[in-house]
């Protein structure tokens, strides 16, 4: 079992406040998610079944990337990670 230390709120209820930061970061996540997606569904190649088809080209890159630790990526690969690392934030603030 989850145990979570929860920050002491004068007048609030802790479960109330949990859950709430549960679904904005699950709110949140659902927003990386689907921007992922909508971002991986526009390099794939449309099949006629209505499936996508990933370009090999792709698949190596994001391979290496994934198997690569953060310290070890390029500056421009760090650079995209920063960019949704903003995108997270603001996403955080929005939904506080």
């Known amino acids: 079992?989850?145990?979570l230390q929860l920050p002491i709120i004068p007048?609030?209820?802790p479960t109330h406040f949990?859950?709430?930061q549960v679904e904005?970061?699950?709110d949140v996540q659902h927003a990386i998610?689907?921007?992922w997606m909508e971002y991986l569904f526009s390099m794939c190649?449309?099949?006629p079944d209505g499936s996508k088809c990933i370009p090999s080209g792709l698949?190596?890159?994001?391979?290496?990337?994934?198997?690569?630790?953060y310290v070890d990526l390029s500056e421009s690969?760090?650079?995209?990670?920063?960019?949704?690392?903003?995108?997270?934030?603001?996403?955080?603030?929005?939904?506080t």
Do not use: F, G, P, Y
């Not at 698949?59 to 630790?69: A, C, D, M």
């Open 45 to 47: 190649v449309d099949n």
């Open 59 to 69: 698949v190596e890159r994001w391979s290496r990337q994934l198997e690569t630790k």
């Open 11 to 13: 007048n609030h209820d």
């Open 33 to 35: 998610w689907s921007h």
């Open 18 to 20: 949990l859950l709430s």
């Open 77 to 95: 690969e760090k650079d995209a990670d920063r960019q949704e690392a903003i995108r997270i934030i603001s996403w955080l603030a929005q939904s």
């Open 24 to 26: 904005n970061l699950s």
């Open 1 to 3: 079992m989850l145990d």
